[in-house]
């Protein structure tokens, strides 16, 4: 069942500004991940962030995690036309099954 | 270098008429999924293996099936596609354990006439 709630949906933007969207969850998790899904293919993993760490960094994601309020943040620094993608948050229960968010459609105009 | 391969990567059928969608991998993982996403929507987990071992979610239509065969391959078939089967079909794999990274293939999509 779909666990994470993505907002925005729909983020435009202009190239080399910031990108920021949120995951909300409904119950307690292990890990929350990142995919990013370009136009017509599948998905890609971006970074994973355990229960207990806050913050964590990969190149230009920073993503954040609040257990307590079960939400996440993911942000784009510098944002690329290549960037221009779905981003999804997925989070595992109990096992190594995951549920996706409905993701945020991000279009960074050049 | 390819690690989850789906093929064809466009299927167009008939109402009703079975339909077979194919994944491989070449990573070894011991976990095979089947997503079905539409339109602007989250992937949404149909089944999968653990090893030989089938695991269905509760709400997949018993219009979806699956085989296999081996390590390396994994089919879905759809016994009978209306037009509200028409989406895109996702094939993941992984390594068993919480916490691991899901590989996908780029997806089969599925048109139904």
């Known amino acids: 069942s779909q666990q994470g709630e993505e907002d925005p949906q729909a983020l435009s933007i202009q190239e080399g500004e910031n990108a920021t969207m949120n995951c909300s969850y409904k119950?307690?998790?292990?890990?929350l991940q990142w995919y990013r899904q370009n136009s017509g293919r599948g998905l890609v993993h971006l970074i994973l962030?355990?229960?207990?760490?806050r913050e964590k960094h990969s190149g230009r994601l920073r993503v954040t995690l609040d257990t307590s309020k079960k939400s996440s943040s993911l942000l784009i620094t510098a944002s690329r036309a290549a960037d221009t993608a779905s981003y999804f948050c997925?989070?595992?229960?109990?096992?190594?099954?995951?549920?996706f968010g409905a993701g945020t459609t991000v279009t960074v105009r050049a | 270098d390819a690690m989850v391969i789906q093929n064809p990567r466009y299927q167009v059928t008939q109402f009703g008429k079975p339909v077979t969608l194919s994944c491989s991998q070449t990573?070894?993982?011991?976990?095979m999924y089947w997503y079905q996403q539409k339109s602007s929507q989250a992937p949404k987990l149909l089944f999968h293996y653990y090893d030989k071992d089938f695991n269905n979610e509760a709400d997949t239509p018993d219009n979806f099936q699956s085989r296999r065969p081996n390590t390396s391959f994994c089919f879905l078939d759809i016994r009978s596609p209306g037009l509200g089967d028409a989406a895109m079909y996702l094939c993941?794999?992984?390594?068993?354990?919480?916490?691991?990274?899901?590989?996908f293939g780029p997806g089969t999509r599925l048109l139904v006439l």
């Open positions: 997925a989070t595992d229960e109990d096992d190594y099954k995951l549920s």
């Open positions: 990573l070894n993982h011991n976990v």
């Open positions: 993941a794999t992984s390594r068993v354990g919480v916490g691991e990274t899901q590989y």
């Open positions: 119950t307690s998790i292990n890990n």
């Open positions: 962030i355990r229960s207990n760490e």
